[in-house]
Structures are given as structure tokens and as C-alpha cells.
């Protein structure tokens, strides 16, 4: 792995297109994903839903939707741990630096990887389905795009730099710069020294968080837990013809 990159500098000395591109457009998206939460919540509570086409095409989707959200889980544990976690804390639980290097190198490939195919298949029955492709509405041509353009970024940067290239450490540079959003104490210059790549990748990252709460991304945050606990819908036969007798109730379990 390459050396570590010098320490950035200070934000007031950093200058106007650095902070307009790594201080006040995150902080622009990360307020239009939270008053957009909101505003969705209050407005659309129906709509809250991924709106399913399973009904419409179910051979891609039996495939393409399993490995698209494994990959996404297993990428999105991944940059909590390498964003949000310190180098500092891993060293002191006993994971150096080699080793967090090697397994985040190669279990991020194959979570991309399974990322990338499931999207891909989710792509491609929308556009070559023609029922589901009637039924893409403005959202989901802005959201399918967009999450791509994220995803193939990452997985693009993670190969050129760590698996073909020297390595690069973005914990350095990149995560510092995350971090500091979230404390308040910005710090533009550490990301404006990373690879084109990587910034790409985080400003696409950055959109993606702002148009979510207008897109089906927001059913992430609904949980079907109270499905096992909810009571049973009663179905009764509609009144007996003279001379007959209504049969017995049927109960099935369906959500209410």
C-alpha cells in the first residue's frame, strides 16, 4: 500500500470550489434527505413502498433482486466500518492494517460484484420488459441511472487503485473528510486530495442521498415486523339462498 497522504489543510484555507463541492453540497443533500424524509412521510405515506413488479416479470427478479440487496448490505457494512470507524480503533481491537487492507479489498470486490449483477439484472427487465418499462415513472429514471453511475464508481475506483494499483488508503483522506461532516468540523482538503475516482464517487454518493427520499429507496426504512402479529382477516360466503346453508367461515391469514 502507498504512504499515507500529508495532513490537509486547515479549512479556511481551503478555496471556493473546494468548499462549495465537499462542505456545501453534502450538507445541502444531507438536509434535503432528511426534510425530504419527512415531507415524504407526511404527503405519501401509500407510496412508501418499492411498488413491486414481480407480478409483471418474475425470472429476472427471482435472481437479480437477491444478489442486489446481499451486495448491498454486505457494501453498505463495509463503508460504515471503513468511513465512520478511525484506523485508530481497528489497530487497538487487533486488526492491522494488512489485514483490514486484504479483507476489505476482496470482500468488497465480491460484494460489488454481486451488487453490480444484481443491478444489472434489474436493469436490464426494466428496459427490455415492456410492461415494467411503461410503468417506470420520473423517479426511478433519475434513481436507476444515479445508483449505477454510484456503484460502478466504487467498484471502478476500489480495482484501479487497490486491486490492479499500488493501494491507496482512503481512511486518510476520505473517511476524515466523512466524519468531519458529522462532528461539524469540515475538512475539504482531505478528500480534494484523493483520486478523481474516489471524489466522483463520493459526490454521486452525495446525490444519490439527496434524490432518496423522492424514490422507492425509501421502503429501506420499513420493516415488515408486525406481519406475524397482525389478527386474521375473516371471510364469510355471502347469505344462504333459501334452502341452503352457508358454510363455515374461512380464516386466512392475510395483511390487513
Given at each position: 500500500m502507498s504512504a499515507a497522504p500529508a495532513a490537509p489543510a486547515p479549512l479556511a484555507a481551503a478555496s471556493g470550489s473546494v468548499l462549495l463541492l465537499w462542505v456545501a453540497v453534502p450538507y445541502i443533500c444531507l438536509a434535503v434527505f432528511a426534510v425530504g424524509h419527512v415531507w415524504r412521510y407526511r404527503q405519501d405515506q401509500f407510496g412508501w413502498t418499492s411498488r413491486t413488479t414481480q407480478l409483471l416479470?418474475?425470472?429476472?427478479l427471482r435472481w437479480g433482486s437477491p444478489l442486489f440487496h446481499l451486495g448491498a448490505f454486505m457494501v453498505i457494512a463495509g463503508h460504515v466500518v471503513g468511513l465512520a470507524v478511525p484506523a485508530s480503533w481497528t489497530e487497538a481491537a487487533g486488526v492491522d492494517e494488512h489485514t483490514y487492507h486484504t479483507t476489505a479489498v476482496w470482500a468488497g470486490s465480491v460484494?460489488?460484484?454481486?451488487?453490480?449483477?444484481?443491478?444489472?439484472?434489474l436493469c436490464a427487465r426494466r428496459l427490455l420488459t415492456r410492461r415494467i418499462r411503461l410503468g417506470t415513472?420520473?423517479?426511478?429514471?433519475v434513481l436507476f441511472p444515479l445508483l449505477s453511475a454510484t456503484v460502478l464508481l466504487g467498484i471502478t475506483a476500489t480495482a484501479a487503485h487497490n486491486v490492479f494499483g499500488a493501494g491507496y488508503d482512503y481512511r486518510?483522506?476520505?473517511s476524515v473528510w466523512f466524519r468531519g461532516l458529522f462532528t461539524l468540523q469540515p475538512q475539504p482538503e482531505a478528500i480534494a486530495g484523493a483520486p478523481l475516482l474516489f471524489q466522483l464517487h463520493a459526490l454521486s454518493a452525495c446525490l444519490l442521498f439527496a434524490v432518496w427520499p423522492f424514490t422507492r429507496l425509501v421502503h429501506v426504512w420499513s420493516a415488515p415486523v408486525g406481519y406475524l402479529v397482525r389478527p386474521y382477516v375473516v371471510y364469510r360466503r355471502r347469505a344462504a339462498a333459501p334452502g341452503r346453508t352457508a358454510g363455515?367461515?374461512?380464516?386466512?391469514?392475510h395483511p390487513v
Open positions: 416479470e418474475h425470472r429476472w460484494a460489488g460484484v454481486a451488487m453490480v449483477a444484481g443491478l444489472g439484472m415513472d420520473r423517479s426511478d429514471k486518510s483522506t476520505v363455515p367461515a374461512r380464516r386466512d391469514r
